[in-house]
């Protein structure tokens, strides 16, 4: 039987969340400024010192991710993008998630990313965070240079939001992190469903080895 989260657990959590939003506020501050690519490398900074230091890291503690840090695609401004978010069908999709039961996903809306992907993503909402949007991506790359199940560009109850106004959301696909799940099965994640399936290759973000 598992054992259930301690307090201490749940404060750890807590702490991961709070020094995530703050490496995100920092990048949409390098943005504002008209530094993306430098506020992308402070965030990898950041991502790469709490999965290597903190206690509620998905790595296991032998992985040599701890000390090479993780593997990124080169920054490209080509997959950054500002695009509306525009209306789609209501569509309610349940998903599994281990110990936390079934988290349900509510499609908000439709994002069309032009070239070099070209291609449309689904928006969805948490029923169960209040209704933080949730944008994941599986594209080209998938099974081979990043995780089989997708990478995550979106997901604001996590502290993971590059910026918008009006009904403008920013997607920066350099951003696209891999899910818990791709560093211990122990975790259960949301993965990228149809509407979140591109056939483009997003050589963008993170990827599953260092570069040769």
Same mark, same amino acid.
């Given at each position: 039987?598992?054992?259930?989260?301690?307090?201490?657990?749940? &404060?750890?959590?807590?702490?991961?969340?709070?020094?995530?939003? +703050?490496?995100?506020?920092?990048?949409?501050?390098?943005? +504002?400024?008209?530094?993306?690519? $430098?506020?992308?490398?402070? @965030?990898?900074?950041?991502?790469?010192? *709490?999965?290597?230091?903190?206690?509620?890291?998905? &790595?296991?503690?032998?992985?040599?991710?701890?000390?090479?840090?993780?593997p990124?695609?080169?920054?490209?401004?080509?997959?950054?993008?500002?695009?509306?978010v525009?209306?789609?069908?209501?569509?309610?999709?349940?998903?599994?998630?281990?110990?936390?039961g079934? #988290?349900?996903?509510?499609?908000?809306?439709?994002?069309?990313?032009?070239?070099?992907?070209?291609?449309? *993503?689904?928006? @969805?909402?948490?029923?169960?965070? $209040?209704?933080?949007?949730?944008?994941?991506l599986?594209?080209?790359?998938?099974?081979?240079?990043?995780?089989?199940?997708?990478?995550? #560009?979106?997901?604001?109850?996590?502290?993971? @939001? *590059?910026?918008?106004?009006?009904?403008?959301?920013?997607?920066?696909?350099?951003?696209a992190?891999?899910?818990?799940?791709?560093?211990?099965?122990?975790?259960?994640?949301? *993965?990228?469903?149809?509407?979140?399936?591109?056939?483009?290759?997003?050589?963008?973000?993170?990827?599953?080895?260092h570069?040769?």
């Amino acid at each position: 039987m598992t054992t259930p989260p301690s307090a201490a657990d749940h &404060l750890e959590l807590v702490d991961w969340r709070q020094r995530m939003d +703050a490496a995100f506020a920092l990048a949409r501050a390098a943005a +504002a400024s008209g530094d993306p690519a $430098g506020g992308h490398a402070t @965030w990898k900074a950041a991502r790469d010192d *709490l999965f290597r230091t903190h206690p509620q890291s998905p &790595l296991p503690a032998d992985d040599p991710l701890r000390e090479t840090g993780l593997p990124w695609f080169d920054y490209d401004p080509a997959y950054r993008f500002s695009v509306p978010v525009r209306p789609a069908p209501a569509e309610t999709r349940p998903v599994v998630v281990g110990e936390d039961g079934t #988290l349900e996903l509510r499609r908000s809306g439709v994002v069309e990313l032009p070239d070099p992907v070209g291609a449309s *993503l689904d928006v @969805w909402s948490l029923a169960q965070y $209040g209704g933080g949007l949730f944008v994941p991506l599986r594209d080209g790359t998938a099974g081979r240079e990043s995780y089989g199940g997708g990478r995550y #560009l979106l997901d604001t109850a996590k502290g993971a @939001w *590059l910026g918008g106004h009006g009904d403008e959301v920013v997607l920066d696909l350099n951003f696209a992190y891999h899910p818990s799940c791709r560093y211990d099965p122990r975790w259960q994640c949301p *993965l990228a469903p149809p509407g979140n399936t591109v056939e483009a290759r997003v050589e963008a973000g993170e990827r599953l080895a260092h570069p040769a």
